[in-house]
Nanobody, 122 residues
Framework: QVQLVESGGGLVQAGDSLRLTCAAS????????ISWFRQAAGKEREFVAD???????DYADSVKGRFTISSVNAQSTVYLQMNSLNAEDTAVYYC????????????????WGQGTQVTVSS
């Protein structure tokens, strides 16, 4: 069992930065692929970024170059640094854990956090 708790969301202006934090705990959490997904109102949940136990990372094209995922302490804490935010980044952001050998999709996730709202005003 893995528990995931997100924090750091809020209301910011376009061009601002924000850092989300995912506190991960539970059995063998360090062996999971930890991902960030987001879901905007009326849209499907979409992949944002993920990181593996050996620090390999992957990003959605829409955030590449603006967002950075990182982890510390054997993935007990995973960060999502978000720079140059725009209105299209407005969504609920979810931390997730799964064991996919490649980029995560919602169907490959075993555990989800409760989500944190990010709102970017233009």
């Amino acid at each position: 069992q893995v528990q995931l708790v997100e924090s750091g969301g809020g209301l910011v202006q376009a061009g601002d930065s924000l850092r989300l934090t995912c506190a991960a705990s539970g059995r063998h959490v360090g062996t999971y692929r930890i991902s960030w997904f987001r879901q905007a109102a009326g849209k499907e949940r979409e992949f944002v970024a993920d990181i593996t136990w050996n620090k390999s990372t992957d990003y959605a094209d829409s955030v590449k170059g603006r967002f950075t995922i990182s982890s510390v302490n054997a993935q007990s804490t995973v960060y999502l640094q978000m720079n140059s935010l725009n209105a299209e980044d407005t969504a609920v952001y979810y931390c997730a854990a799964g064991r996919s050998p490649r980029r995560s999709t919602p169907s490959t996730i075993d555990y989800w956090g409760q989500g944190t709202q990010v709102t970017v005003s233009s």
